[in-house]
């Protein structure tokens, strides 16, 4: 009984530990950086511009606010009276919803075989919900106010099962933010890991 109890205590240790542990966010970025920009992105003042879309929307001034916590944690300034930069940030949702039963609820199968013993059967199975999932990406676009030019690119995607979309933008905004101001050339996985 005593080893029962430790086997089961042990149990919901493990289970718990599990529910307090972090999830991992992996997120795949893409970032183009205009010639020699690099190195005078480092530490740069912005201010942000948004489209006529966004100008009235209500998500526009959180997106930008955890853009820049990303922004800041990299080096970045915000700055309105003396930017050097614009940045234009950009946010898209999609909830892709799975119909736990699909069009008939229920999936039956008929089964002949032939063979040493003769086989005729019917059967039942079901098909258990899936989560929703969702997909989540964000851009920065960095502008030089002097010469109107882009000059850095970003932007990051994320396709998973988590319901909370705040803190998934924000780890979105980091990873787009990764490897600032020199990121690798090539598209890349970007991994964070956030509390759950």
């Not at 893409?30 to 209500?58: D, I, K, M």
């Not at 075989?113 to 059967?121: D, E, I, M």
């Not at 919900?129 to 030019?149: A, C, F, I, K, W």
Request: a positive charge; one cysteine or more.
């Amino acid at each position: 009984m005593k080893r029962l109890t430790l086997l089961l205590a042990l149990l919901m240790t493990f289970v718990l530990g599990g529910c307090a542990s972090v999830r991992r966010i992996d997120s795949d970025v893409t970032t183009v950086v205009a010639t020699a920009a690099g190195q005078n992105l480092q530490g740069a003042h912005y201010r942000f511009e948004r489209l006529p879309s966004q100008v009235n929307n209500p998500e526009a001034g959180l997106a930008e606010q955890q853009a820049e916590y990303a922004m800041t944690a990299v080096g970045m300034v915000r700055d309105e009276a003396n930017a050097s930069l614009s940045v234009l940030v950009g946010w898209s949702s999609v909830t892709y919803v799975n119909d736990p039963f699909g069009p008939w609820g229920t999936m039956g199968h008929i089964s002949v075989g032939r063979g040493v013993y003769p086989q005729v059967g019917m059967g039942m199975s079901m098909r258990f919900p899936q989560p929703n999932q969702y997909r989540r990406e964000v851009s920065l676009v960095m502008r030089d106010l002097r010469s109107g030019q882009v000059v850095y690119e970003t932007r990051a995607r994320h396709d998973g099962p988590w319901a909370d979309s705040t803190p998934v933008f924000a780890t979105l905004f980091q990873a787009a933010m990764a490897g600032f101001p020199n990121p690798p050339a090539s598209p890349r996985k970007v991994f964070i890991d956030i509390p759950r």
